[in-house]
């Protein structure tokens, strides 16, 4: 009997040491957890932005829905748009770091790696490692800045082989849930 309680004590011990551990681990990126609504502009003119963050799978991964809806513009998309993208954040242990990949409605792939988070948590940089379904040599780069404790905005930038990167979209998103 009192070994069946030591161990019980252990497991529940080490399930607690395990919740709390990933709660820190996430700590630099659990702001964006719920849902978010906002505009932006960019290259494809004016759009509506709706995003979800959640955590999947006992909290081993974000889970990142992104749907960006563009109406139809004389100057920028004479027809409009819509751009919805699937993305899932993890952290690599081996390289002590968040990777971002992506899956676009367009066929695009995009892994990241984060390669800032200020010392304050209020602005936080992925950098492109890897895209595909592009011509070599393309980079992307995603920074989020956090305006508050219900609003943050998103830059989205691109560059092509051998130039700076130059920007693409930027959005402002607010917390609805």
């Known amino acids: 009997m009192l070994k069946l309680i030591f161990t019980s004590v252990l ?3 080490s399930m607690t040491f395990a919740q709390s551990s990933k709660d820190t681990l996430w700590q630099p990126l659990k702001f964006f957890i719920g849902e978010w609504k ?3 502009e ?6 509506d932005y709706e995003r979800s963050y959640n955590f999947i799978f006992d909290k081993q991964f974000i889970e990142v829905k992104n749907k960006s809806s563009y109406p139809p513009s004389i100057a920028n998309n004479n027809k409009g748009e819509v751009h919805q993208d699937l993305g899932f954040i993890s952290f ?3 390289r002590n770091n968040f990777v971002l990949r992506q899956f676009h409605i367009e066929g695009f792939v995009n892994q990241y790696i ?3 988070i ?3 948590g209020k602005k936080i940089v992925f950098t492109s490692e890897e895209i595909e379904n592009i011509p070599k040599g393309w980079r992307a780069r995603e920074t989020y800045d956090i305006l508050n404790e219900n609003e943050f905005s998103e830059t989205f930038e691109l560059a092509a082989p051998d130039k700076d ?3 693409y979209s930027k959005v402002t ?3 609805i849930k």
């Open 114 to 116: 984060s390669t800032n």
């Open 165 to 167: 990167f130059e920007v």
């Open 92 to 94: 690599d242990r081996l």
């Open 11 to 13: 497991l529940l011990t």
């Open 38 to 40: 906002g505009q932006g």
């Open 173 to 175: 998103l607010k917390r």
């Open 42 to 47: 960019g290259e494809s003119g004016k759009g």
């Open 118 to 120: 200020s010392s304050d």
